[in-house]
């Protein structure tokens, strides 16, 4: 079952301008993850983030985790065209050595 | 250093045959895990197996099963296909096992995409 849903499911972006993204989860996690996917081809890890963190930064990257919300999001700021993909979060629950995925948010950013 | 080799790319099948996928992790990883993607029902996670042991298997029926080899290269096979199982199957490898598995991330390889007919 998918644990995260993320919101919007679709968004159209011109280049240069910032692209947010949310996750919503249902369970006690350990840490949260963001995942990109062009067309259908493998995941490329983004960035991960602690269940004790609550933002972190990675180049164009700023993710905020918020716990008693069971929320996250991911803000990718000055976007590209390279940046068109589907973007997903992933949540390993406590205990567990597995990713749970939401359903991705697909980014498209327009030259 | 390589990343994690999935093999082959694309596969053809006929409703009740039987499929092997293959994957090779990046060298030093140990734990491989299985996901399985189709529009309709996402990303959903099959099996994971560290040191030739299964240690997690998702809930699909046992038409799926996987296994691990000594070199940590992973199978994993489908028999009686049917349609359904038409889907990218992306494996992914971490050095880690256990809790510890996801601190650092999975790195995924670009999958083997199954069209059952």
């Known amino acids: 079952s998918q644990q995260g849903e993320e919101d919007p499911q679709a968004l159209s972006i011109q280049e240069g301008e910032n692209a947010t993204m949310n996750c919503s989860y249902k369970?006690?996690?350990?840490?949260l993850q963001w995942y990109r996917q062009n067309s259908g081809r493998g995941l490329v890890h983004l960035i991960l983030?602690?269940?004790?963190?609550r933002e972190k930064h990675s180049g164009r990257l700023r993710v905020t985790l918020d716990t008693s919300k069971k929320s996250s999001s991911l803000l990718i700021t000055a976007s590209r065209a390279a940046d068109t993909a589907s973007y997903f979060c992933?949540?390993?629950?406590?205990?567990?050595?597995?990713?749970?995925f939401g359903k991705g948010t697909m980014l498209l950013v327009s030259p | 250093k390589a990343g994690v080799t999935q093999t082959p790319r694309y596969l053809i099948k006929t409703r009740g045959q039987q499929v092997t996928l293959s994957c090779s992790p990046i060298s030093g990883h140990r734990s491989v895990s299985w996901y399985q993607q189709t529009p309709g029902q996402g990303l959903q996670f099959l099996f994971e197996y560290f040191s030739e042991t299964q240690r997690n298997k998702g809930n699909f029926p046992g038409r799926f099963s996987g296994r691990q080899f000594s070199n940590s290269r992973s199978e994993m096979n489908v028999s009686t296909l049917e349609l359904g199982d038409s889907a990218l199957y992306l494996c992914?490898?971490?050095?880690?096992?256990?809790?510890?598995?996801?601190?650092?991330?999975?790195?995924f390889g670009s999958g083997t995409r199954l069209t059952v007919v």
């Open positions: 992914a490898s971490s050095s880690r096992p256990g809790q510890g598995l996801v601190d650092y991330g999975y790195t």
């Open positions: 992933a949540t390993d629950a406590r205990g567990y050595s597995t990713l749970t």
């Open positions: 369970t006690s996690i350990n840490n």
């Open positions: 983030i602690r269940s004790n963190e």
